[in-house]
């Protein structure tokens, strides 16, 4: 049971890391100063 559970942290952990690349990539040349306000720890 603990294999699973650690699987699905990784993946987890995995799909935060992604989202917020993929948030960082899309926010961050362009309106990085639009990002400002919402609190998801990208410092903009």
Do not use: C, D
């Not at 995995?14 to 400002?36: C, D, F, V, Y």
């Amino acid at each position: 049971m603990t294999r699973t559970r650690q699987r699905t942290a990784v993946r987890r952990i995995t799909l935060h890391h992604a989202a917020r690349r993929a948030a960082l990539a899309s926010g961050w040349g362009r309106r990085h100063r639009t990002a400002t306000h919402r609190p998801n720890g990208v410092r903009a």
